[in-house]
């Protein structure tokens, strides 16, 4: 979204200078409410010349509180007590993965998106009481990331484009990082010999229900929140008027152009078409559906890299990686763990907004230009 070029590396509010190492921890909870990531990340300089490090990762299962949240996230009724209650236990749940990243070293800073619970730009909501965070772990907490964006009229996503540049821009190639999550998003990166002179060229988009729909297969067929590792659809053969049928809501969902979110999650379609298919085979269909439209928003590239829990599947990684002409791998190629990449990039947006600089793109998400400073901030 958007025609005019990106912030110029000259606009001093994208200027840098050389500073000491700095400790984030980036905490990430996905739509699909399958946990809570935290990755500690050394930032070495400021600004869109920073350089960054995973240094440790800790993970925490939702458990109960998923299913509260679910359960919100899905339009159930509660009560202000109650959706209080969730805020603040999901704060309590950061701080533990927050310490356990830290490793008992101080860190300076914790970058949370919080769970999303309502996304319908202009509105999004993503719960989480970030001043129980900060005085859980004695640190500032910059929250509330897509707020700014969506004022200044923007999509408020995809949120990561700029991180995924200074995690793994290249100058020698131009990649495409794929986040197979509950939804799936694109970043396609230029060759990157500087972030700021890159703006301009990066290319982000939400493509389509990914993990919602596979999730959905599961439940539906397997009786299981998932199918681990693509096992189930690794025994099934795909069923054409199924593929078929998916593959054309999921490439409407693409061709929108629009930030996902609430009302996109495609569940429905499983009891839809699902009927009577063999349980394999419907998590092979779904598995082949997907990929094809993933597939077709790659676009151009010398390198795709995986992130996501779907990138733990092997039959949609597979099925990925046979339409597609280039070399495909994860991220953890590259130092950064599937599960562990939101959570990488909110401790560099963190950095960026401790910075001054603006974190989302006005030609990816549409906002005004220039881009807004975002993040609002709790302190202990």
Not at 214 to 220: K, P, Q, T
Not at 329 to 348: C, L
């Amino acid at each position: 979204m958007g025609d005019g070029r990106g912030p110029s590396g000259d606009d001093p509010v994208y200027a840098h200078a050389v500073t000491p190492c700095r400790a984030i921890v980036g905490c990430m909870t996905g739509t699909s409410l399958d946990g809570l990531d935290a990755a500690l990340v050394r930032v070495e300089g400021r600004g869109l010349g920073l350089r960054a490090r995973v240094a440790r990762t800790a993970s925490r299962p939702l458990g109960e509180l998923g299913v509260r949240l679910r359960s919100l996230a899905s339009g159930g009724p509660h009560t202000a007590r109650e959706i209080a209650a969730m805020s603040r236990d999901l704060a309590l749940l950061h701080a533990d993965a927050v310490r356990e990243a830290a490793g008992g070293a101080p860190i300076d800073l914790v970058a949370a998106h919080g769970q999303t619970v309502f996304h319908a730009p202009p509105l999004s909501w993503q719960v989480l009481n970030a001043a129980v965070l900060a005085h859980a772990v004695r640190a500032p907490v910059v929250f509330d990331l897509r707020a700014a964006d969506l004022a200044a009229g923007g999509q408020g996503a995809p949120i990561t484009p700029i991180a995924d540049a200074i995690l793994f821009g290249d100058p020698g190639e131009r990649r495409s990082v794929v986040n197979l999550g509950g939804f799936c998003n694109v970043t396609r990166l230029p060759r990157v010999e500087s972030v700021s002179d890159a703006l301009w060229a990066i290319e982000a988009a939400d493509v389509c229900a990914c993990n919602h729909l596979l999730d959905a297969a599961a439940r539906a067929a397997l009786g299981a929140p998932l199918d681990a590792d693509g096992a189930a659809a690794s025994r099934g053969r795909p069923v054409p008027r199924v593929v078929a049928a998916l593959a054309d809501r999921l490439e409407s969902q693409r061709a929108s152009g629009r930030s996902l979110g609430t009302g996109d999650e495609c569940a429905s379609l499983i009891a839809e078409h699902g009927a009577g298919v063999a349980p394999d085979d419907l998590c092979r269909s779904v598995c082949e559906a997907v990929a094809g439209v993933v597939a077709s928003a790659i676009g151009a590239c010398d390198r795709v890299l995986l992130a996501g829990g779907g990138a733990r599947n092997r039959v949609l990684v597979g099925a990925i990686a046979s339409r597609v002409g280039v070399p495909v791998e994860t991220t953890a190629s590259h130092g950064v763990g599937v599960g562990d990449r939101e959570a990488a990039a909110m401790a560099v947006l963190g950095a960026l907004c401790e910075d001054g600089v603006p974190i989302t793109l006005p030609r990816v998400t549409g906002c005004a230009r220039p881009a807004p400073v975002a993040g609002c901030w709790a302190r202990p």
